[in-house]
């Protein structure tokens, strides 16, 4: 949704709007380690988590200062579209407005959804954790596409967007 409404579509390959790796801080040109924050949600052992896009381990990423190659910085939070996550029932997460904070403008720099530490660490089946930056052998400030084919049937154009992904 954050990348088909915001006007810096981040990440999108249709865009030409590519995401920029910044990989661990003994990697990276500024030594910056991105930061996340954590909260309690799926059992007791969870940790409430933020997820966020553009990602924190990008330039792209609204808590990238401009000084280091930053590309979208951001004053606070609240400049990004605010959102939660949700169980409603097992297997059936919703997304919401999170009210606390205005509606979406859609003139957002960028999007965040407080969630479940274990959706937010499991959300794409580890693929960065797995070794995508290595596989692929991403450098610091290298570009890369990310790519949601679940979603390609979801229509963002409208105020509401419903939208099931089909399971695997």
Not at 82 to 96: D, I, S
Not at 127 to 145: E, M, Q, T, V
Request: one cysteine or more; charged letters at 20%; a neutral charge.
């Amino acid at each position: 949704m954050i990348q088909s409404k915001l006007a810096n579509h981040p990440g999108s390959k249709a865009a030409n709007k590519p995401m920029f790796f910044l990989p661990g801080k003994d990697k990276n040109a500024s030594g910056r380690n991105p930061d996340a924050t954590t909260v309690p949600e799926i059992s007791s052992t969870d940790k409430a988590s933020c997820d966020e896009i553009a990602y924190a381990s990008s330039y792209n990423s609204g808590g990238m200062p401009s000084t280091i190659g930053g590309m979208i910085e951001v004053d606070a939070g609240n400049d990004c579209v605010q959102t939660y996550a949700t169980r409603v029932k097992q297997g059936e997460w919703h997304l919401y407005d999170d009210i606390r904070q205005g509606a979406p403008t859609w003139k957002e720099a960028c999007g965040r959804s407080a969630m479940s530490g274990w959706i937010n660490s499991t959300s794409m089946g580890g693929a960065f954790s797995s070794g995508f930056s290595g596989r692929y052998r991403l450098l610091d400030k290298d570009p890369y596409w990310v790519d949601f084919p679940q979603f390609a049937h979801c229509d963002a154009s409208k105020t509401t967007v419903a939208c099931t992904v089909p399971k695997p």
